[in-house]
């Protein structure tokens, strides 16, 4: 059981809020149901959830709707909740480096500023 929290820039936005809002309602509905489940659950499928290799410590939430896959990346802070960073349509095999170097990015940002989240 994990505790999301959304990362908030040092002006107060949100990526993952803008990002939200920038699906469809269906779609948007899915996103926050694997939310729901990652808050929920004991154990967590890598369906949903998954580590990613050699991006220290950053995580993927995972949601498809039909042939459109979702994706979040974040960080696990103080091992009880999850900071989302930045969510983006995946369509390609891998999880765009950018995307990565964007979420590594975020994390050290917060990390720097401190904990907001407590």
């Keep these: 059981m994990k505790e999301i929290k959304f990362y908030r820039s040092p002006s107060g936005k949100s990526p ?3 990002f939200l809002d920038s699906l469809s309602s269906k779609e948007a509905q899915k ?3 694997v939310l729901s489940l990652i808050e929920e659950m004991e154990t967590i499928s890598t369906k949903f959830y998954k580590r990613l290799s050699n991006s220290n410590g950053m995580i993927e939430v995972r949601a498809q709707i039909g042939k459109n896959n979702f994706r979040l990346l974040g960080f696990e802070d103080k091992g009880t909740f999850v900071v989302l960073t930045n969510g983006f ?3 390609d095999q891998k999880v765009p480096k950018s995307e990565i170097s964007l979420a590594q990015q975020r994390k050290d940002e ?3 500023r ?3 989240y407590e």
């Design 16 to 18: 993952i809020e803008e």
């Design 110 to 112: 917060y990390l720097a």
């Design 31 to 33: 996103v926050t149901c």
């Design 114 to 116: 401190g904990d907001q």
């Design 89 to 91: 349509r995946k369509k």
